[in-house]
């Protein structure tokens, strides 16, 4: 299964790279962050709307600390915050707490550096992997029908993997989340990479009919950051909380909250959402009438995330299916606003990532976060007439279709 991670990508929107299109592997590693900015057939580039952890929490480029005892002084800090965060979720999750289990599963939360021995380093991978299995084992005994316990479980099955059935896990997660249309796309997926147009149109039915989109982003970081929240701290010196925002790429010294979260908005940041190969292929005009009402559907659902990568996903697919109908001028307006907003956020992140934003996104979401940060700096609605600089981005905003050619073909110009 194709996935994009979160972590992926505010660097391209703020102009600091490009990327071509690529089909994204299932468990491809942070180091590709700039190929998993990108979503087979319609994020492009646009899919640059992440914020990065990888980058610098507000995707900055992430500097090294140039004060040697700095640095020394905040690796002392996070070990011994290591530390206490281990000791109270291992207590915790031996009472009885499932939620505190599965932190334990998710965390990175290693004591020790990576060895750089190849044998030794393959060994202390085995391990790890091991003991994560171990622990989401655990979790999964404790809240056998905990979709967030679910969801996360099925992500770290490998497809390639013979092993692991992830159909299995998928039956699974439709079996405890039906209305769920998240948990469709991976049956989108597989029935447009077979051409079983029949089981195409009975997943997009699914996820028309689905009351809600939810891949457990939210869920999963407000999870982790109540865990974490009960866990005393070492209080950080000022140096330290310099070095922190200096390598979290804040453009400010650290809070003692961010400096607790770092782990979470990592976890965050590497979590792989589903793939949406299936959807965007599967509903690129032009369609029959009765594929196009329900390619419709289930934008409309991943529209509704609550992360910016669903937003643009279900805005596009439906600005494209609407080209000329009555109704769209609605879509294209609502597209052009999501542009509107990843443009203003860039240039708020590039003074700095706002004190607070972090725990917000954290516990509310990301696109609730968003909304919250640019109504408080009074840029939550785009000037009349303002289209994005993008050619390809202005012709969808404009005619509801894309640009013929590459991304510097001529676009119509805006209307009078």
Known sequence: MGVVTLGAALLLGCGQGSAPEADVGANAGRSGALDLAVETDIVEQDAAERV?????????????????????????????????????????????????????????????????????LALHEKKRKADRAEAFARALEMMPDDPLANWLAAAE??????????????????????DNAAVWLSELQRAQAAGDDAAVDAALERMAQASFQDAHVTDLSRMLADQLAAVASPVPSPQVAAAAGEQM????????????????????????????????????????????????????RVASGDT?????????????????????????????????????LSRQFQQGVPVGYTERMLQQGEMAAIQWLLEQRGQSQSPPGWLPSNPRQRALVITGRDPHGDENAPVPPPPP
């Open 157 to 178: 099955c490998d497809p390639v993997d013979p092993s692991c059935d992830r159909q299995a896990w998928d039956a699974r997660l439709q079996a405890l989340e039906p």
């Open 249 to 300: 790429g804040l453009g400010r010294p650290a809070t003692a909250d961010e400096m607790k979260l770092v782990e979470v908005n990592a976890t965050w940041a590497a979590f792989a959402l589903p793939a949406f190969q299936g959807l965007t292929r599967a509903c690129r005009p032009p369609l029959p009438p009765a594929r196009t009402g329900l390619c419709q559907g289930a934008a409309s």
């Open 52 to 120: 990065s952890s990888d980058a610098g929490i507000g995707g900055r480029a992430s500097p090294e600390v140039e004060d040697p005892r700095a640095l020394y002084e905040l690796e002392h800090w996070r070990h011994a915050w290591h530390v206490a965060v281990r000791d109270h979720l291992r207590a915790h999750a031996a009472a009885g707490d499932g939620r505190a289990q599965l932190a334990l599963a998710v965390l990175p939360l290693e004591s020790t550096r990576k060895p750089t021995d190849p044998t030794m």
């Open 308 to 344: 910016l990568i669903e937003r643009l996903i279900g805005l596009v697919t439906q600005v494209r299916l609407s080209a000329g109908s009555a109704g769209g001028a609605v879509w294209r307006e609502s597209l052009r606003q999501h542009y509107w907003q990843h443009e203003a």
